[in-house]
């Protein structure tokens, strides 16, 4: 959870599903973290993407809430791609 703390603050990071796919397709993050609760259908979506690109994919114990508030935002997050 520190990379994810130090990616945010650095501006290294995107946040959201729809970003992070885009990044997936785009450029290629480092890394792409997935919120314990994040929606089956995303999280299929996401591991197929990256398997593709070549991304690993670390799965948190934390809920889209804590992953939210780590990151600084006062909703939810369920997917995060670190740069």
Same mark, same amino acid.
């Not at 703390?5 to 973290?33: M, N």
């Given at each position: 959870?520190?990379?994810?703390? !130090?990616? @945010? =603050?650095?501006?290294?990071?995107?946040?959201?599903?729809?970003?992070?796919?885009?990044?997936?397709? %785009?450029?290629?993050?480092?890394?792409?973290?997935?919120?314990?609760?994040?929606?089956?259908?995303?999280? !299929?979506? @996401? =591991?197929?993407?990256?398997?593709?690109?070549?991304?690993?994919?670390?799965?948190?114990?934390?809920? %889209?809430?804590?992953?939210?508030?780590?990151?600084?935002?006062?909703?939810?997050?369920?997917?995060?791609?670190?740069?």
């Amino acid at each position: 959870m520190r990379e994810v703390k !130090e990616a @945010i =603050k650095q501006d290294k990071a995107v946040i959201g599903y729809q970003k992070t796919i885009k990044q997936l397709f %785009s450029s290629k993050p480092k890394t792409i973290v997935l919120a314990s609760d994040c929606p089956q259908d995303k999280r !299929e979506s @996401i =591991k197929y993407y990256s398997r593709l690109s070549d991304v690993a994919v670390q799965e948190i114990s934390e809920n %889209s809430l804590e992953l939210g508030s780590f990151c600084g935002k006062p909703f939810k997050v369920s997917v995060t791609g670190l740069l």
